[in-house]
C-alpha cells in the first residue's frame, strides 16, 4: 500500500535511540511460518501472527514449537489481505490513535471488492481477529443496506424460497422500507 | 455486479452468528425490506433475541433519536405529526407518524402517553371522556411504530370511591441494554382525598398488572402529566418543591428536587419543556416577559440537584421571524449531542418545528405543524406533545 510509506510512525522510528531499533529489529526478527488451504506457506512477524487468536492460543499450548501452523480454514488470497489489515493495526497498538486507525481501517475496505469482503469474513472469523471482523460486517453491511432485495440474494448467492404469494405479502406489509432502494 | 464466490458468501450466509453480526449493523428500515430475502433472513430478523441485539447496537451507537412524533391535540384520525430529526432522509420516514394498523374505532381518539427507545404508549380514549382521563374507559395500546407491531393492555381501574375526581399519570420503561422486557407504571391520584397515589406496574415478562403499596404523597400539581424515563427510572416533574421518580429496579417510589426556580412559590421563570437526553434529565424554561433567550436545566445523576446547563440565544430565531410576537414559541426536545458543540434544541415557532443550534446558533427547518383540529391554528404544539421516536425491531 502506498500510503504506508507516508506513514509518520515509520519516521519516528527512525530517530530512536539506536539500542532501541536493535531490540526491536531482534523481535521482529522472529518469523511464523503458516500454511494455507491451499498449501501455500507464509512467513509472518511473530507480533502480526500474535494477532490471530487462534495462532496465538497455538503457541500458548506449545510455546517452543517451530512447526509450520495449518490453516486448514484459510485460503491464501484472503489471507494476504488480512495479513495487511494486521499489520497496520499494530502500528496503533503502539500509537493509539483513534481518528487515525478509523481513516485507515475504511480506506482498507474502501479499495476491496465485494469479493474480497466476503472472502475475508471466514477468514477473520476463524482466526478470530475481532477488529477486523466488525470492520468487514460493517462494510459489507453498509455496501447492501440501500441495495434491492435481489442484489442482496445475488451478493450472498441465497436462493428465494418464498412463493411469489408470501412475498408479495411481506412486501405489502412493510412497503416504505422499499422506497429509495438504489438500482442494482 | 459481479457474483460473489459462492463459497464464502455460503460460509456467511450458512453461519447464523455470521449473518447475524452482519444484519445488527443494518438499519431498522432496510431490515424490514430484507425479511423478504429468504425464509431464513425473515425467521432471524423476526427473532426477538436479534432484535433486541440490533437495538442494543444502535443505541449504543447513536444515542439519539431519528424524530419527534407529535399528538395531534386529540385529532380524531390516528395520524400524529412528524419532525424528522435526521436529515438525511426525512420524508421517507414519516410513515412511521401513522398508526391506522390499530385499528381505533372512530368514536375514539388516540393519544400518545409515553415513548421508549423505539416503543410507543398509547391510549385510546372515548370521545364522551373528554380531555379527563378520569372515567372514561382507558384501552392502553403499546406499539412500535417501525414494525407496526402492537399489543391491546386493560389498563387497572382505581380503587377510589368517586371515580370522577381522580388524575392518571403514566410512565414507560425500556432500556434494550438491561432488559428485553419494559414496564408500564401508572399513578392514579385522587386530589380530594388522600394524595396518596395509588401505584400499579406492568411488567412484559408477566403480562399482568401489580399493584404497589406506597405511602409517598404526590405533589398536587404536576406541572408535565407524562414520565419521563431516564437511567431505569421514570419522572414526573411538578410546580412544587420537589417531585416523584418511580426508580424500576428496586421497584420504589423516590422524591427528587425541583429546580427552586420554576416552584410555584417562587416562580421567576415559565417552565416550558421536561425530557431526557443521552441520560440525563433536562428542564427548561423561559423568564416571563424576557423572551431574549431561554435557560435548559440538568439534573446531576446522583439527583443532588439541578444545575443551569446551557442559556439559549434565541436572537437568530427572531431575524427568522421579525414581526412575530412569539407567544406561540415553544420548546420541543433539547438533544445533547456526543460533540457538545452539535447540541442542540428543536423548538416550534409559527407552527414550524426547527432546529437550533445551542451554540452556534444556527436553525434549521425541520417540518411545518399542522393546527390541531378544532383549535385556533396559532396554538403552538408543547413539549409534552413531543415524544422521541427511534427507528427499532424490538418486540412488544
Known amino acids: 500500500m502506498s500510503s504506508s510509506a507516508e506513514n509518520p510512525t515509520l519516521t519516528a522510528e527512525i530517530t530512536k535511540p539506536s539500542t532501541e531499533i536493535a531490540t526491536e529489529t531482534a523481535q521482529s526478527a522472529k518469523k511464523i511460518t503458516l500454511k494455507t488451504s491451499d498449501d501455500q506457506i507464509f512467513e509472518v512477524e511473530e507480533s502480526v501472527a500474535m494477532e490471530f487468536a487462534t495462532v496465538k492460543s497455538f503457541f500458548e499450548d506449545a510455546p517452543s514449537s517451530t512447526d509450520t501452523v495449518p490453516l486448514p480454514n484459510v485460503p491464501a488470497k484472503p489471507f494476504s489481505q488480512v495479513i495487511e489489515f494486521c499489520k497496520e493495526q499494530i502500528k496503533f497498538k503502539a500509537n493509539p490513535d483513534e481518528t487515525e486507525k478509523k481513516r485507515s481501517n475504511s480506506e482498507f475496505v474502501k479499495e476491496k471488492t465485494n469479493e474480497d469482503l466476503v472472502e475475508m469474513i471466514p477468514v477473520a472469523n476463524y482466526l478470530e481477529i475481532k477488529d477486523l471482523l466488525d470492520v468487514l460486517n460493517q462494510a459489507v453491511a453498509d455496501r447492501i443496506q440501500n441495495r434491492s432485495v435481489e442484489y442482496v440474494r445475488s451478493f450472498f448467492g441465497i436462493d428465494n424460497d418464498f412463493t411469489s404469494e408470501e412475498e408479495a405479502l411481506l412486501r405489502e406489509e412493510h412497503a416504505w422500507a422499499f422506497e429509495d432502494v438504489d438500482e442494482d | ?396
Open chain 2, 1 to 396: 455486479m459481479k457474483r460473489v464466490s459462492l463459497s464464502s458468501a455460503e460460509v456467511i450466509a450458512g453461519n447464523q452468528d455470521l449473518l447475524t453480526e452482519i444484519l445488527i449493523r443494518i438499519p431498522a428500515k432496510p431490515l424490514l425490506k430484507f425479511k423478504c430475502v429468504s425464509k431464513q433472513w425473515l425467521s432471524l430478523i423476526s427473532d426477538p433475541r436479534f432484535c433486541i441485539l440490533h437495538a442494543c447496537h444502535h443505541r449504543v451507537l447513536n444515542p439519539t433519536p431519528n424524530a419527534l412524533l407529535l399528538n395531534n391535540f386529540y385529532s380524531s384520525t390516528p395520524t400524529f405529526q412528524f419532525v424528522p430529526l435526521m436529515g438525511d432522509d426525512a420524508s421517507s420516514h414519516s410513515q412511521v407518524a401513522v398508526f391506522d394498523y390499530l385499528n381505533v374505532s372512530p368514536n375514539y381518539w388516540l393519544k400518545i402517553k409515553n415513548s421508549c427507545n423505539g416503543l410507543i404508549l398509547c391510549m385510546s380514549i372515548f370521545y364522551g371522556g373528554g380531555f379527563d382521563d378520569a372515567g372514561s374507559e382507558l384501552k392502553g395500546i403499546i406499539c412500535n411504530p417501525t414494525t407496526k407491531q402492537f399489543k391491546t393492555l386493560s389498563f387497572p381501574v382505581p380503587k377510589f370511591r368517586d371515580s370522577k375526581t381522580y388524575s392518571s399519570f403514566y410512565g414507560l420503561a425500556f432500556d434494550p441494554l438491561k432488559s428485553q422486557h419494559y414496564k408500564i407504571i401508572c399513578l392514579h391520584v385522587d386530589y380530594r382525598g388522600s394524595k396518596n397515589p395509588q401505584v400499579y406496574l406492568y411488567s412484559s415478562l408477566t403480562n399482568s398488572w401489580s399493584f404497589w403499596q406506597n405511602s409517598l404523597e404526590a405533589p398536587t400539581l404536576y406541572g408535565f402529566v407524562n414520565g419521563v424515563f431516564c437511567n431505569d427510572a421514570i419522572h414526573w416533574c411538578s410546580y412544587e418543591q420537589t417531585t416523584l421518580y418511580f426508580d424500576v429496579n428496586t421497584e420504589s417510589l423516590k422524591i427528587m428536587p425541583m429546580p427552586p426556580i420554576f416552584s410555584t412559590v417562587n416562580r421567576s421563570r415559565e417552565f416550558m419543556y421536561f425530557g431526557e437526553s443521552r441520560g440525563r434529565l433536562h428542564m427548561a424554561g423561559i423568564r416571563s416577559h424576557f423572551i431574549s433567550g431561554f435557560d435548559v436545566w440538568e439534573m446531576a445523576s446522583d439527583y443532588s440537584g439541578w444545575s443551569l446547563l446551557y442559556h439559549v440565544n434565541l436572537r437568530s430565531v427572531k431575524r427568522a421571524f421579525p414581526k412575530k410576537e412569539f407567544d406561540s414559541f415553544t420548546i420541543l426536545n433539547v438533544l445533547r449531542a456526543e460533540k457538545e458543540e452539535e447540541s442542540k434544541v428543536v423548538i416550534s415557532v409559527d407552527s414550524t418545528a426547527m432546529s437550533l443550534n445551542i451554540f452556534g446558533g444556527t436553525l434549521k427547518t425541520l417540518s411545518v405543524l399542522e393546527p390541531g383540529l378544532g383549535f385556533p391554528a396559532d396554538l403552538g404544539y408543547e413539549g409534552h406533545d413531543a415524544f422521541q421516536y427511534f427507528q427499532s425491531l424490538v418486540c412488544v
